[in-house]
T-cell receptor, first 114, second 113 residues
């Protein structure tokens, strides 16, 4: 069965620190990969997505993620976080092949202190 | 910017009662979904819907659940006889096509007492 693992459940950073959130998935075929963010009291919003092509994808608000096929990973990065990045971050996989369902990781709760 | 909307934002119901959660997907989208998130757990896929029929469903989506697109704009999730373990946040989502970005609504928090 397909699954998504996010290794960090809670991350606490100071402003201007660099961020990397890990995401690994288990599925041997073609995948589409997503990072969603949920700010406090708001709904899930797409940060970035990877379907094909350049494995380094850039999203909104200065976030980027790198797809490493050999490692089944899609880690999220931001060089310098801000207090407004405090949110929960979800990695998700869509296993292609006509299947539409998203399989989510457990989420990482990020708190950025000023 | 177009949004997925959901009503109500919070629903409290007694065990055994029927509930209907409502969603208005983005108007030109063709694929519709329901997910749920039990407190402290992962967001889980329930069902996807295309061309007026279920295209995929999870093992959670048993006979107690049904979905419907009663008109050109609404997409509903019905739980026939609610159980305590149905308490969760239910998210509706829609997308233009297979594999494309899914846009999520704000969710309905269902509390079964």
């Amino acid at each position: 069965a397909q699954s998504v693992s996010q290794h960090n459940h809670h991350v606490i950073l100071s402003e201007a620190a660099s961020l990397e959130l890990g995401c690994n998935y288990s599925y041997g075929g073609t995948v589409n990969l997503f990072w969603y963010v949920q700010y406090p009291g708001q709904h899930l919003q797409l940060l970035l997505k990877y379907f094909s092509g350049d494995p380094l994808v850039k999203g909104i608000k200065g976030f980027e993620a790198e797809f490493i096929k050999s490692k089944f990973s899609f880690n999220l990065r931001k060089p310098s976080v801000q207090w407004s990045d405090t949110a929960e971050y979800f990695c998700a996989v869509n296993a292609g092949g006509g299947y539409n369902k998203l399989i989510f990781g457990a989420g990482t709760r990020l708190a950025v202190h000023p | 910017e177009p949004e997925v909307t959901q009503t109500p934002s919070h629903q409290v119901t007694q065990m055994g009662q029927e509930v209907i959660l409502r969603c208005v997907p983005i108007s030109n989208h063709l694929y519709f979904y329901w997910y749920r998130q039990i407190l402290g757990q992962k967001v889980e896929f329930l069902v996807s819907f295309y061309n007026n029929e279920i295209s995929e469903k999870s093992e959670i989506f048993d006979d107690q659940f049904s979905v419907e697109r009663p008109d050109g704009s609404n997409f509903t999730l019905k739980i026939r006889s609610t159980k305590l373990e149905d308490s969760a946040m239910y998210f509706c989502a829609s997308s233009e096509g297979i594999g494309s970005e899914q846009y999520f609504g704000p969710g309905t928090r269902l509390t079964v007492t």
